[in-house]
């Protein structure tokens, strides 16, 4: 043997043993031997292939994090001393018209981010076991809970209830979804370790009600008739709704953001003979459009809260641990029983949660990675914390062209535009091969000689945000604030009036441009009561009924917007007002890094990287930057495009930190 040879066999030999000292990883330890059961709800314990287990886990969401990260954002969820995570599954994106279905192949605005197989995957290279979430309703912040629009296209289906049209749906999904993991359960050496029915249903109609357990039962036989075996579970908030929202003698978990106690007593009581388990121990909160950003619990409280859990002897799953970004219209909003009465969510989906939108560490992450090392008996290997993704502030873009509104709508394919004989909501459209308009804008168009001041009203209520245009001309204002719902455009105010002032003589083209600005994702039933666009009522003008519109949906879909043509140059210090599209295009070198596009100088609308919609702005906030990953930037040509519905500004500009109004 050489000396070369020598060395490298001594260093072999202890590298070797260095990797026999190293404790085992999750699933060495808990596949030792042969895998012989799966999860257990035993009296106070779980227990894993015959081996006790307290869960420590994070809900993060393979849909709103590019794949690209995948793998680095759980790495760091390991590297906390998670030994799991959650995600939910949204209907709405896996089949966003009826009967097609995406995991990821598609051609479709997010297929990218939607190969659920290969996330459950990774998440098992990175030694995490996997709480499945399938829904059909998730909540989640999301779009109509995960609901797709197509739903609203029957007049009379109760979602989320055992009626005949809705659960045939269900069933349809399920059969295509459940057919993607079933393989990847953890009794047949893969990732799955549980599978939650249903989600929060206790929490929907009257708390003190009895839900409709021939649903959930449904939903528990679907996943039995699709092989999964793994360990079933519920979820809601005990000391509110009780077991109301449960079946009998499957396992019941909490949700909440404090007085843990008040929580899991009552699940002792409802279920002596169940370990215990906080399913979503909300780390934080999610904002929405005129609200400030709060981020939900303090370091302090969060990790008092958690100490009490772990006072318990229960299991955790933090929601969120990371939160990432809504991406495109998919944001969801609440109704309250106050002004406004309908919140509409941001896009930024921080949370205030351990991990950023951008995955950088917190305070809370370092009191999560503190606390589960002083409660975990169980030592398994953890990775060392990845080190941070940077920042960069790149230089300012100019706008170089741009299209105008009578341009954008004269590219619309004619096959979408669809004669109505009076308001229609968006979804009952007949277009997009009988699935209606899911998300965007619609436009309400009429023909007419208009007076030199006109009087225009919209019966009812607009669902949910409306501009109006005389021959292609803005003639609403940008919002300057919350004082704008009191006013004309909003769904606030029903039988809403507004005076058209300074038409030209002669025949008029009228336009009332209404925004989805998302469908309700919490609440009971009549919440879920969701069309979008004019439907209430007709729409008047000088007290005469408009008749015999044009609708025109504006989808803002990204393969759409990368068709365009007719581009003009941009010319600057022109005060360009929209609706308008709005293009800059920049060259960037490796090694490209993650940014954050600063809209404060901007009205309302979305943004396009390379063709992807990462989400919308509004000037009034909270949130004041879109977060773009790396990985949406290419090197060499790059182009992002703009959806301005006021007032348009003439650069891009970038910061290296996001900007959140509290």
């Not at 609403?476 to 038409?503: D, M, R, V, Y």
Request: proline share 5%; with cysteine; charged share 20%.
């Amino acid at each position: 043997m050489t000396g070369v040879n020598f060395i490298l066999g001594i260093l072999s030999l202890l590298f070797l043993h260095a990797k026999c000292q190293l404790p085992p990883t999750v699933y060495q330890y808990y596949t030792e031997g042969g895998i012989n059961s799966g999860l257990e709800a035993l009296p106070g314990q779980f227990r894993l292939n015959g081996k006790d287990i307290t869960l420590y886990s994070g809900s993060i969401h393979y849909f709103r994090v590019v794949p690209e990260y995948w793998r680095d954002r759980l790495r760091r969820m390991r590297a906390a001393g998670l030994n799991a995570i959650d995600t939910y599954v949204p209907w709405n994106l896996h089949e966003p018209r009826k009967g097609e279905f995406d995991f990821g192949a598609g051609n479709n605005e997010f297929s990218k981010v939607l190969n659920l197989r290969e996330f459950l995957q990774i998440a098992q290279e990175e030694d995490l076991l996997v709480i499945l979430r399938p829904g059909p309703y998730i909540c989640s912040e999301w779009e109509f809970g995960g609901l797709p629009s197509w739903l609203l296209r029957y007049p009379d289906i109760k979602v989320r209830t055992s009626d005949l049209v809705f659960t045939g749906h269900v069933k349809t999904y399920f059969d295509q979804l459940l057919a993607q993991v079933v393989d990847l359960q953890f009794t047949k050496g893969g990732s799955i370790i549980a599978v939650q029915i249903e989600n929060e249903y206790g929490s929907f109609g009257n708390f003190d009600e009895i839900k409709d357990r021939e649903y959930l039962a449904f939903i528990r036989d679907n996943y039995v008739e699709n092989g999964i075996e793994e360990l079933l579970l519920t979820c809601d908030s005990p000391a509110l709704v009780g077991d109301t929202g449960s079946l009998p003698g499957y396992l019941m978990t909490a949700n909440f953001d404090n007085n843990p106690e008040a929580q899991f007593d009552r699940l002792l009581e409802l279920q002596p003979d169940k370990p215990l388990m906080a399913m979503e121990f909300w780390a934080g909160w999610f904002d929405y459009w005129f609200g400030t950003h709060t981020g939900g619990l303090n370091p302090e409280n969060f990790s008092k809260h958690l100490s009490t859990i772990f006072s318990y002897n229960a299991s955790v799953n933090f929601y969120m641990f990371h939160g990432g970004s809504t991406f495109g219209f998919m944001n969801g909003a609440n109704k309250i029983p106050v002004f406004p009465s309908y919140l509409s969510d941001v896009s930024s989906y921080d949370y205030g949660a351990p991990l950023s939108e951008a995955g950088d560490y917190t305070e809370k992450y370092n009191v999560t990675k503190e606390l589960i090392a002083l409660d975990n008996e169980v030592q398994t290997f953890t990775p060392e914390q990845p080190p941070l993704n940077p920042k960069i502030a790149y230089p300012a873009v100019q706008i170089q062209e741009y299209l105008t509104y009578v341009q954008l709508i004269n590219q619309i394919p004619l096959d979408l535009v669809t004669e109505i004989q009076t308001v229609t909501n968006m979804e009952a459209l007949d277009i997009n091969n009988g699935n209606g308009q899911s998300y965007g804008l619609t436009v309400y168009r009429k023909k007419l000689d208009l007076a030199p001041t006109a009087e225009l009203q919209i019966v009812g209520h607009i669902r949910d945000v409306a501009m109006v245009l005389v021959d292609g001309e803005q003639k609403t204002q940008k919002p300057q604030g919350s004082g704008a719902l009191l006013g004309f455009g909003f769904w606030t105010i029903s039988n809403s009036t507004f005076t058209i002032e300074g038409a030209a003589a002669g025949l008029n083209t009228l336009d009332v441009v209404v925004e989805n600005w998302g469908r309700v994702n919490f609440g009971g039933p009549a919440y879920f009561e969701q069309q979008k666009g004019l439907f209430e009522g007709p729409i008047l003008v000088d007290g005469v009924e408009l008749s015999d519109l044009t609708a025109i949906p504006l989808e803002l879909k990204s393969n759409w917007i990368q068709g365009l043509t007719g581009w003009q140059a941009f010319e600057a210090d022109r005060n360009l007002t929209g609706p308008v599209m709005l293009r800059a295009t920049f060259e960037l070198a490796e090694p490209l890094q993650d940014t954050f596009l600063d809209m404060s100088a901007w009205g309302r609308g979305s943004v396009f990287v390379n063709g992807f919609h990462v989400g919308r702005f509004f000037h009034v906030g909270p949130q004041i930057t879109n977060y773009i990953p790396a990985p949406l930037f290419k090197q060499g040509l790059n182009e992002i495009v703009i959806f301005e519905h006021y007032l348009a500004a003439e650069l891009l500009v970038f910061s290296d930190v996001p900007i959140l109004r509290g």
